[in-house]
């Protein structure tokens, strides 16, 4: 809301420069956004908060500066109204007294309708309004006065002189003052004569009832509508206002009769014309409970020292009455402007509030020691980072809400799919089942831009929708690899396949994960030349490999994409981060190489799984260190150098020990494999 | 015999000193003179035909002759080294050979660097989920539904039978945890939350906070401050000036929103409160027994303060040039 300050003067002392001002009302918890000289004058931009309705109106934000700064609030004084009573003029009911709590409506007669005068023009324009007429720009004045809504009909367009309060009956229909048609759903709170819907409740006015150049007579209504009501049909219309957004934060009954009076008295002033019928039917106050404050409860929250005489000063500046009071406590009576004054609690923060955050002091709380542990996955998500930051790979962070073709491109099945129902664009329509999307957006966005080595990695939650229709979240894991690897020591070279199986081995073997495999697999993401499913014992953990064409081609990719997606919950149970200490062999290793010429088909694994077979007690490890296909190499075979390490725990290995293993190794792999020796 | 070792000493000396740095040439005089065959050893051959009570002063006087001339020809030899060494140097200006390191995300760094923060006083880090339901995400933090105090919480819903939502905030985790957990106890809770918020350079849709809490038998509003001030002053430098207003949010009371001075003005990089007595109800807490504190921020708008970044779509773009700058 704006606040005029030289029309704020009208009922509040300032001697504090608009700036001062705005910084006083800020610290208070009136969060002043902006501020706008005019010459003297200005206007402040105000944020209220959904608990504070009473700031919604001058007298409200007057009241907090009296409390503030001591000062005197001035609220108008009313001039008699002139009135010349007559009977059943106009009718008023009420159908049901929860949605409209009270109901005032004023007839006065003989008005003259006519442009306001500057003064009045100037402040609704001070307001970001146009200025209408004398009668409606007065209702508007008095609402941002009081805080009170008002509405202004033409009485002689009022069928059968009757007010009725009623909900909407199903297809009625109703043209409002911005000249929109609405139909409106059953049970849409209204204001209607005996025909037909004259103006939304508490949202807005009718066109056929509205004040006009021609209009004589009208009859002032000021009302309480129910919040919640209020608030549902402005939403279901799309039309908020000035009176809506009061409404629903609730306005004050006692208030209703002021705000009446004073416009009326306004309008006499301005346009002529007497009051001839003035109806008043529902409660006149709010039914608000008296509170009490337990200074000791003040102080022991707060961590400071109120004196209960500020206190009490603070709390009965801002309205509050004084019921009963004693050395530890005081009852306060609360006033129907501060309904939001329900509990203790909220005094408290009222007494803080006004006495001034920063006159609290600093203190560090007296933590109760708790073991301090993060659970398993936040540790474990904090390693995996570290690890693949160590190994070149960049983190990512990508939207967990995607386009649904993204997703159903990144091999999603429809059925999975968590939809959201109110996206604000095609672009977080859905959430993502697996982060390839995430990732290939991104290695697309950076080859766009000519960056050449990409190694980049996702921590982050899918979601989908399980088979019962039931929504699972799971944290995954997410690789991609793209581009030159250049670490420097010889030119660049293009990333491969084995690149990423590096990395994940690396990973999964510093997470302790045992019996790690990696199997064919079909997924369809993923190219049948280079595509694996990775595996720790009898789980499927994840896969990976080489990107599919095709699933470039939906990306724009050109270049070759190394792609990887591990389930971080379905390997937690298999993480292993507790060490233990093993005795180092007291006795030497005797290393021997093989170099085999074999057909290409055959596996490493294979190879692998024989030497360790043929191998003894006495081989420890055995290790690819050499592949070569070229010169002196016959077609469709391969070299492969292999190293050997045997050791005995419990003494020095003899030459003619490891001989005779070492043998038995060799004659295996050639009767098994074929394999020549080089 | 002396006179033998004194020539010898003086022959070797000056061949040794007009000799070139050369190391082979310097390891053919070491075997001549000091070798097995070489002269020394001939000499001291001949001890034993010296009377006895001769011998241990010759004995004394072999070895500094020896020892002079060892020292002569290894001072020889290493500066011989040094001056073969001088001939063949490296391009000391070409690159090191090195894997770069990956970079962790600016946000998750931010998320870490304010964690940590708070760990060192004790609050431990949860997470929660980011599907929520509404009883969660509203109704246990006393924000009612059709109240306006949910106007500052667009939300998505998703599509189901039942009511489910992305959280728009972390604090949905401060009442499941309550309902685990029994105080005394402080956590904190970093995580994605999600609004329907159009994107520009100041909103995301999908963006990150960080949630505090701490319950217990004597908390206090001046521990809010004492906490959050540690805070800020670790996170942004000692001499960063706060400040706290009072503010509204439904799940705290009182409740303050906390400024830092930036340039001329103040930026809000929090919103922080008492925990309102209704929230310990709802999780079945009795309210006259326990007190907390309770806080949460935006990670992304402290990140870019404390980077200087202008456009929080960057941190989503996963531009390397971007990431790698952190």
Request: with cysteine; net charge neutral.
């Amino acid at each position: 809301m704006k606040i005029n300050y030289n029309w704020l003067k009208d009922y509040i002392d300032v001697k504090l420069s608009p700036e001062k001002l705005a910084e006083l009302l800020t610290m208070s918890g009136l969060t002043v956004d902006s501020l706008e000289r005019k010459g003297d004058d200005a206007i402040l931009e105000i944020e209220v908060t959904s608990n504070r309705p009473d700031w919604l109106s001058y007298i409200g934000v007057a009241r907090e500066i009296a409390a503030l700064t001591g000062k005197i609030l001035k609220i108008p004084l009313i001039t008699a109204n002139r009135k010349s009573e007559t009977k059943n003029l106009i009718n008023v009911k009420i159908e049901d007294k929860k949605l409209c709590p009270r109901y005032t409506a004023r007839v006065i007669s003989n008005i003259k309708i006519e442009e306001s005068p500057e003064w009045l023009k100037s402040r609704i324009e001070a307001m970001g309004l146009k200025s209408v007429n004398n009668v409606v720009d007065i209702t508007n004045f008095c609402l941002f006065e009081t805080g009170e809504p008002m509405h202004a009909f033409d009485l002689d367009r009022l069928s059968g002189g009757k007010i009725i309060v009623r909900t909407s009956r199903k297809g009625e229909r109703i043209t409002t003052i911005d000249g929109v048609e609405r139909t409106l759903e059953e049970g849409v709170l209204v204001i209607a004569d005996d025909s037909r819907p004259v103006a939304v409740a508490g949202v807005m006015g009718g066109l056929n009832t509205e004040v006009t150049a021609s209009t004589k007579n009208i009859l002032l209504e000021a009302a309480a509508f129910d919040p919640i009501s209020i608030r549902r049909t402005s939403r279901v219309l799309g039309l908020p206002s000035e009176s809506s957004y009061r409404f629903e934060r609730k306005v004050d009954l006692a208030n209703i009769s002021y705000a009446s009076a004073r416009a009326s008295a306004m309008i006499m002033e301005l346009a002529g014309g007497q009051e001839k019928a003035f109806i008043d039917i529902g409660s006149k106050q709010e039914k608000n409970k008296p509170v009490e404050l337990r200074f000791s409860r003040l102080n022991s929250v707060l961590g400071v020292e109120i004196p209960a005489q500020k206190a009490k000063k603070i709390l009965t500046a801002l309205g509050l009455k004084i019921i009963s009071s004693s050395k530890d406590k005081i009852k306060f009576s609360i006033p129907g402007f501060r309904s939001d004054l329900k509990n203790e609690i909220d005094l408290i923060e009222e007494a803080a509030r006004i006495y001034g955050y920063d006159k609290i002091p600093d203190t560090i709380p007296g933590m109760a020691a708790s073991p301090a542990r993060e659970s398993h996955d936040i540790t474990i998500a904090q390693f995996i980072r570290a690890l693949l930051t160590g190994m070149g790979l960049d983190e990512i962070i990508t939207y967990s809400l995607l386009s649904k073709d993204i997703i159903l491109k990144s091999g999603s099945l429809p059925e999975a799919i968590v939809e959201v129902k109110n996206p604000l664009s095609g672009e977080q329509e859905a959430m993502r089942v697996n982060l390839a999307g995430g990732m290939l957006n991104s290695i697309i966005w950076n080859i766009n831009r000519k960056t050449k080595d990409l190694k980049l990695f996702e921590l982050g939650n899918i979601y989908i929708k399980d088979g019962d229709g039931k929504f699972v979240e799971r944290k995954h894991l997410s690789i991609g690899m793209a581009g030159e690897i250049a670490d420097g020591s010889s030119g660049p070279r293009k990333s491969s396949f084995f690149d990423l199986k590096g990395v994940i081995q690396v990973l999964l073997s510093e997470l302790g994960v045992k019996d790690v495999s990696f199997t064919d697999t079909g997924d369809g993401n993923l190219s049948p030349s280079a595509r694996a499913s990775i595996n720790a014992g009898q789980d499927n953990i994840g896969v990976l490999g080489e990107v599919s064409r095709r699933t470039l081609t939906d990306f724009d990719i050109k270049e070759n994409v190394y792609y990887s997606e591990v389930d971080i919950d379905s390997i937690l149970k298999h993480v292993n981060l507790e060490k233990r200490f093993m005795e180092l062999p007291r006795y030497p290793s005797v290393f021997r190489d093989i170099s085999i010429v074999v057909n290409k088909g055959i596996s490493n694994a294979d190879i692998i799984s024989l030497i360790e077979s043929k191998g003894a007690t006495i081989l420890k490890d055995v290790r690819l260190v050499d592949r070569y296909a070229g010169k002196q190499i016959p077609d469709g075979k391969i070299s492969l150098t292999y190293r050997l390490e045997y050791r005995d725990n419990a003494k020095t290995l003899e030459d003619k020990e490891v001989l005779g293993v070492h043998s038995d190794v060799l004659r295996s792999l050639e009767e098994k494999f074929g394999a020549k020796l080089r | 015999m002396k006179d033998a070792l004194k020539r010898f000493e003086e022959e070797a000396l000056k061949e040794i000193g007009l000799s070139l740095p050369n190391r082979d040439l310097l390891e053919t005089l070491r075997i001549k003179y000091l070798g097995r065959k070489g002269i020394l050893t001939e000499l001291f051959k001949k001890m034993s035909s010296l009377p006895p009570e001769d011998r241990p002063e010759i004995g004394k006087l072999i070895n500094i002759v020896k020892e002079n001339v060892a020292r002569a020809l290894n001072d020889k030899i290493k500066s011989a080294a040094a001056t073969e060494e001088s001939k063949d140097r490296l391009d000391i200006t070409l690159p090191g050979i090195s894997q770069r390191p990956g970079k962790i995300h600016p946000i998750t760094r931010t998320i870490s660097d304010i964690c940590r923060i708070f760990s060192g006083l004790g609050f431990r880090v949860v997470e929660g989920p980011e599907i929520e339901t509404e009883h969660y995400n509203f109704e246990t933090l006393n924000i009612p539904l059709e109240h306006p105090s949910r106007d500052a919480f667009d939300t998505f819903y998703l599509k189901s039978e039942e009511k489910f939502l992305l959280r728009s905030h972390t604090s949905p985790v401060q009442t499941r945890f309550m309902e685990k957990n029994k105080p005394p106890f402080s956590i904190i809770v970093p995580g994605k939350v999600f609004r329907p918020d159009a994107t520009d350079a100041s909103h995301s849709f999908m963006f990150h906070q960080v949630e505090g809490l701490a319950v217990g038998s004597d908390i206090k509003f001046s521990d809010l401050k004492g906490v959050l001030n540690i805070f800020a002053k670790t996170m942004f430098g000692n001499s960063i000036q706060t400040r706290f207003r009072p503010s509204f949010f439904p799940f705290t009371e009182p409740s303050a929103e906390m400024d830092i001075r930036w340039g001329k003005g103040w930026l809000e990089i929090l919103g922080a409160g008492m925990v309102n007595p209704k929230v310990f109800a709802n999780v079945g807490y009795d309210p006259k027994k326990v007190t907390g504190l309770a806080f949460g921020m935006g990670v992304e708008r402290i990140a870019m303060l404390k980077y200087g970044i202008g456009d929080i779509r960057m941190f989503f773009e996963n531009d390397v040039r971007f990431l790698r700058q952190f």
